[in-house]
């Protein structure tokens, strides 16, 4: 390790800790930033180590003003570590973004300031004509984010005279179209229809086989264990409480009653059934598990 990089860190322990680089699976690796803002408004992201690995969908989870955001423009290079370490790619996103943004797919809440071309074939177009690739090329990149959003019919459409959810697809698949291997999607699933909903979340896991890492956040409790293989939960003030699977994360109530988090539907339903039956069903967190689950256990009585 350099000298550059045997970074020091204060955690919320109050020690002095040395700052590893992440390892070659770690796509993203954020410990213990802090950062304060001009108005005032402090955010120290310490706790536990937030860590995304290659090929996995990682959901931030928090309540408003708990520092999902902060989190994410750290890893956008957007803000600059005032403290603690961000690397993603093994890079300071603050200082080397020119190195790493063709690696990484970005959509970020507010999709209107991020569609400003007069078509929507041009918006997606946009940064395959920015990295100079051929016509042809483009035209089948952007065929083929079209496609894989599902609004090939939206191609010669303004963006601007289109629907809060098509404005979003629009904006994936200008997030899609050069290939990431850092898909970053601040909630994703703002203004979605159900269909579209489905849509988005089998395109993740999609990518994500194939090798494509996803940081998002979302207040979509009850897709999460559908669209994330990991999540991590954000305190009121910044805190990373908890790191777990969803199931591993919805079983800690009051972790989640102290992030203000309210755990998905199926999975209040089921305690409700364990409360009244005693021995009920144990618990699941989407409709599938609920189907195998409550099948195991009137097969039980």
Not at 62 to 80: D, E, Q, V
Not at 96 to 117: F, S
Not at 275 to 287: E, I, N, R
Request: hydrophobic share 45%; proline share 5%; with cysteine.
């Amino acid at each position: 390790m350099s000298n550059d990089d045997a970074l020091l860190t204060e955690h919320a322990d109050g020690h002095t800790h040395s700052l590893r680089e992440p390892t070659a699976e770690e796509v993203v690796l954020v410990r213990c930033v802090q950062h304060s803002y001009d108005d005032g408004t402090k955010v120290s992201l310490c706790g536990l180590d937030f860590v995304a690995q290659r090929g996995q969908r990682v959901a931030i989870l928090g309540p408003n003003g708990s520092g999902k955001t902060t989190m994410l423009y750290h890893i956008l290079g957007l803000l600059k570590a005032q403290k603690g370490m961000v690397r993603v790619f093994g890079a300071d996103p603050s200082k080397d973004w020119a190195t790493i943004r063709r690696r990484i797919g970005v959509m970020l809440q507010n999709v209107e300031e991020q569609l400003l071309a007069p078509t929507v074939y041009d918006d997606v177009a946009f940064s395959p004509r920015q990295y100079g690739l051929a016509e042809v090329d483009v035209t089948a990149r952007v065929n083929s984010a079209l496609a894989a959003v599902g609004i090939e019919n939206l191609r010669d459409r303004v963006p601007h005279n289109l629907s809060g959810g098509e404005k979003r697809k629009v904006a994936l698949a200008g997030a899609i179209v050069m290939e990431p291997e850092l898909l970053v999607l601040d909630e994703p699933f703002e203004g979605l229809d159900p269909a579209s909903r489905e849509m988005l979340v089998a395109l993740l896991e999609k990518l994500a086989r194939g090798g494509v890492t996803v940081v998002m956040t979302t207040h979509d409790i009850d897709s999460v264990a559908e669209l994330a293989d990991f999540a991590y939960v954000l305190a009121p003030g910044g805190t990373i409480a908890m790191r777990g699977t969803p199931t591993e994360v919805f079983e800690n109530a009051d972790v989640l009653a102290a992030g203000n988090i309210r755990p998905p539907v199926l999975a209040v339903l089921f305690a409700g059934l364990r409360d009244m039956l005693g021995d009920g069903p144990v618990t699941a967190l989407t409709v599938e598990e609920a189907v195998t689950e409550l099948a195991r256990w009137k097969q039980s009585e």
